[in-house]
């Protein structure tokens, strides 16, 4: 069993747990992921580490209510625990001193995007953060990616915090001031992720995106993970879950994602029946 | 006299009913009809049968414990070669080794020494198992990476000898094939983990949810304490056709397919959270047991009509004649000389019918078999919601890539001494899959007891002992 240690509300309905967890600790690295079972029936989901405390021997998950599985992982409280928590797995990021680099972040997609501007900016890069989200409420980790960019820009879609508009407009907004940018990271929902590919693309500027697909095992076995990068078939457990976002099919990886959707509607009303997980 | 009496046919549930539950399809002998089976053997001098056996289970031995109605000591003789009787007597394919040599089989039907096996494995578990022996410790301590076969057999056999095992599982559950592959209704998952249980009455150290390569390397493994390393992970990465539409929703490899239902129980959504959708029409791609599995688990999760679609005939399908006359009996239908060329979905992503192409057989190919030839022009559509791949695994690169200095052939597997499962590195073993390809249980438990008899060797010599 693996324990929480620590839990911490970030925002509706987005918790930040610490889970007891010394051999993943030991070795996780930016970019890398986990997969948690949290209760005997429960799926085995891939999350992606936050942070981790070798010395503690705990690694930081952020997870939102958006499924069934989800909810259940957000309701865990300190003193509980985790059946199953595997990692680390996948490809971690390629940290070097690549210059200046933008690391976008949108909604819960900020918090993958910690570790790896951290490890950046410690590689010596210029790191401008470029952060997004609907509203200011909504808006994680700010304080904890301002102490590792060396930039910051805030985006809101409804301009209650930083400026208004999406992490593009906030990227066009660095280019304007004629900063060179060498890569990208992006991170956040699927539609975000394109939206980046898309408007950088044209502007020939290396992108960097991590792919969260439906996985079962997470360690190459099961193939549900796969998707199309440069026309080839790749699966995102052990050759992602970072890929040329100018090379991925997202409108496949769009529709693969939601096709257990109404089965997932029929498990999540039983959330509030269960919660306590059986 | 004896061999005039007929082979005892297993008592199976039936074929309508079973289509529809997950519970076991062959039941097994009665002690009575062991006897009677057990009394058919001739107990042949220079029993042909052992030779056919990739463990040498000494066969006329524990089939003579049981004309004598000493079940127990059948077990025992079986337990002295074979750590997992109550698996090996349910899914080794004992028509192409031992059954195939014995000399009844000549003229009439070999004695049914797999269902005798499982006979004498079952009555043992049922009376609580009995406690194997393990010699003082050495002192020695031994890595396992990987829970199925051939790392569950390696595991024992080091454990009988006195070393020291550690059992690295990647899975949250030990037992590797046995348990996310094989179906429930041909291998109950409490038989599995009974016959686990035993391996961890004799010392053997279990820890799951670890992912060597990941979490630790070989190399760290041997400077961290470990004598020895055994590699057994397995064919787990599933083949795809590299066809069109092969990445729409309602395409599963048959690992993710039979993962999701064995495994996660998904069989049991909601109450599992495992989701898998099945359509009413359900194609399976390959001609081997694990499509076979497929589709029969397809079936029982509910879809109106299964079909195998394999490309060459009956003949050269690679699945157990067993296999394919259960999936028959319960419904299954087969698309023979028959491959999809382009898988078709609609606006949604989600699959609706597969384009096929039939072929016939021409001049036998390198694998001795005819080889299916296109019939040009022979396109034909066929309505189908979920496509499952079943045409095999290619071995798991994670361990291999980490480990530096392992010598691998062109298809990734681990090269290993055949008689003694040494790698290109000092003190690291491999079997099963990850160095045969993709076998059966019992090939694997056979690499993994050579791999064993070699480590121990190595342990009591190669080192201070």
Known sequence: MYQVVGQKSLADSIVMLDIEAPAVAAKAKPGEFVIVRQFENSERIPLTIMDFDRVRGTVTIVVQDVGYSSALIAKAREGEAFV???GPLGRPTEIENY??????????GIAPIFPIARALKEAGNHVISVLGARSKDLLILEEEMAGVSS???IMTDDGSHGQKGFVTHGIQSVLDRGVEVDVIWAIGPMIMMRSVANFTRPLGIKTIVSMNPIMVDGTGMCGACRLEVGGEMKFACVEGPEFDGHLVDFELAMKRAVFFKEEEALAYTRVEDEGEGN | MAAKVPRHDMPCQDPAIRAKNFAEVALGYSPEMAIEEAKRCLMCKNPRCVEGCPVGVDIPQFIGEIVQGNFLGGAGVIKSKNTLPAI??????QESQCEMKCILGDKGEPVAIGRLERFAADYEMAQGGCP?????????RVAVIGGGPAGLTCAAELA???????LLEALHVVGGVLMYGIPEFRLPKIVVQKE???LRQMGVRIEVNQVVGKVASVDELLAGGYDAVFVATGAGLPYFMNIPGENLGGVYSANEFLTRSNLMRAYDFPRYATPLRIGDRVAVIGGGNVAMDAARTALRLGAETVSIVYRRSRQEMPARAEEVYHAEEEGIRFALLTSPVRINGDDKGSVVGMTCVRYELGEPDGSGRRRPVLIEGSDYEMPVQTVVMAIGQGPNPLVTKSTPGLELDKRGNIVADEETMATSKPGVYAGGDIVTGAATVILAMGTGKTAARAIDVYLRKGKSL
Request: proline content about 5%; hydrophobic content about 40%; glycine content about 20%.
């Open chain 1, 84 to 86: 199953d928590f595997v």
């Open chain 1, 99 to 108: 210059g200046t680099v933008l690391c976008v972040g949108g909604g819960l």
């Open chain 1, 151 to 153: 930039e910051m820009v």
């Open chain 2, 88 to 93: 090996c007597g349910r899914v080794c394919p």
């Open chain 2, 132 to 140: 194997m022996e393990v010699a003082p410790s050495t002192g020695k």
């Open chain 2, 160 to 166: 009988r000898a006195g070393h020291g095992v550690t």
């Open chain 2, 196 to 198: 686990i249980e035993v």
